[in-house]
């Protein structure tokens, strides 16, 4: 059964703070829940359907009594960074089976203000035992890992790698809640600390406390509503991983999840207004943006030149909120923010300098883990509510 049409985004909301010292990530999931709701002219006494990741309390369990929510459905898959791009296609599944009408979406965390300490009674995974023990010390090495390797494959190069930070950065100047919003130059980028190489400072996302919430509801719902929503027209996921060693660095995920999302909403690349793409590194967008078929694999840093990510003209627009490289990567997970700004770009509701002109199709794309080990990537294609 296909889930294009059956749902639509009634209502979002990304916290506008960056650094949140005052507050716990539960209170923070309920100010964003409060106002995805009130964006869609809802409450919480409406929702039937609740998301969230494995973070908080028993999958769910906890902020479910935290919010005071009346369910019968519930689900927190857990695929990092990529989890709220699936919980909305899962939303959508749901929603058409009958198990729930009004779906909240919520995600938060502190990771700028709270210390991250892992829990000293958890037994810690397989895979990070033997990675950390032969030098994969950190997300960036591993997505540094990815960058070589395709430097070394296609001849992508550090200026292009840089061309990726350059139109976040533009973008995050018209935004007053992003973290960054001083735009930067190619150069700049390059003569920025080297973190692991090849990447450099400005080629790494920011780290930021915050949160978001989406809210999703059934065709009938969206109707009664004085709110504009958006269809949901398309939905891939599906999970890359090591493959006891046999692994490419030099693609995603998105080879598998993208094609399933425009089958699914029955388009294709060429037909995207707008593509919020996961840009934990500058690396991320160049793999991502080959692996959803905008470009030939290998020519990611041609794409990219030339302002082609630049909003509002450029061939294709992205990340205009800033995105994780300059806005807002809240909890180290940034597929919130990314289906958030997508949904502002087809309501018309972007910052007025980077609004793409009749955007009427948009793509909300997520990835979790590492491209350079294992990760769970996932695709949304939103339309406009008469799409």
């Given at each position: 059964m296909s889930i294009r049409g059956k749902?639509?985004?009634?209502?979002?909301y990304e916290h506008p703070l960056r650094e949140i010292p005052d507050r716990s990530s539960s209170q923070i999931q309920a100010e964003c829940a409060a106002g995805a709701l009130a964006d869609a002219g809802l409450s919480f006494a409406d929702v039937?359907?609740?998301f969230t990741d494995s973070k908080y309390g028993i999958g769910g369990v906890s902020m479910t009594d935290?919010?005071?929510?009346?369910?019968?459905h519930i689900d927190s898959t857990d695929t990092g960074g990529s989890s709220y791009v699936v919980h909305v296609g899962h939303a959508a599944e749901a929603i058409a089976c009958g198990k729930c009408t009004v779906a909240l979406i919520t995600m938060a965390g502190r990771p700028r203000t709270a210390a991250l300490r892992a829990d000293p009674t958890t037994e810690p995974v397989p895979d990070s035992v033997f990675e950390g023990l032969w030098g994969l010390s950190g997300p960036a090495t591993a997505y540094a890992l990815a960058a070589t390797r395709h430097m070394y494959q296609y001849g992508t190069t550090s200026a292009q790698l840089a061309e990726v930070k350059v139109a976040a950065s533009l973008h995050a100047q018209y935004n007053p809640n992003a973290f960054l919003r001083q735009p930067v130059t190619v150069e700049e980028v390059l003569e920025s600390p080297m973190v692991s190489t090849?990447?450099?400072?400005?080629?790494?996302c920011v780290v930021t406390?915050?949160?978001?919430?989406?809210?999703v509801v059934s065709p009938e719902v969206a109707r009664s509503l004085d709110r504009t929503s958006v269809k949901v027209l398309g939905h891939g996921e599906t999970i890359k991983h090591a493959d006891a060693g046999r692994i490419d660095v030099t693609y995603t995920g998105a080879?598998?999840?993208?094609?399933?999302?425009?089958?699914?909403?029955?388009?294709?690349?060429?037909?995207?207004?707008?593509?919020?793409?996961?840009?934990?590194?500058?690396?991320?967008v160049i793999e991502s943006l080959e692996d959803?078929?905008?470009?030939?694999?290998?020519?990611?840093?041609?794409?990219?030149?030339?302002?082609?990510?630049?909003?509002p003209h450029g061939r294709l627009p992205f990340n205009t909120d800033g995105g994780g490289l300059c806005n807002n990567h809240p909890s180290n997970r940034g597929g919130m923010t990314k289906i958030i700004e997508a949904v502002r770009q087809l309501r018309g509701e972007a910052n007025k300098e980077v609004q793409v002109p009749n955007c009427d199709l948009a793509l909300a794309h997520?990835?979790?883990?590492?491209?350079?080990?294992?990760?769970?990537?996932?695709?949304?294609?939103?339309?406009?509510?008469?799409?």
């Open positions: 749902a639509f985004i009634a209502g979002v039937d359907g609740y935290y919010l005071g929510l009346k369910l019968t090849p990447l450099h400072r400005l080629d790494c406390d915050g949160g978001g919430a989406v809210v080879v598998i999840s993208g094609p399933r999302a425009f089958e699914e909403a029955g388009i294709g690349p060429a037909d995207i207004k707008y593509a919020s793409i996961y840009d934990s590194f500058t690396i991320t959803l078929g905008f470009c030939e694999k290998g020519k990611g840093g041609e794409f990219v030149l030339d302002g082609a990510l630049v909003a997520g990835t979790g883990g590492s491209i350079a080990t294992r990760m769970g990537s996932s695709t949304l294609i939103l339309g406009q509510e008469n799409a």
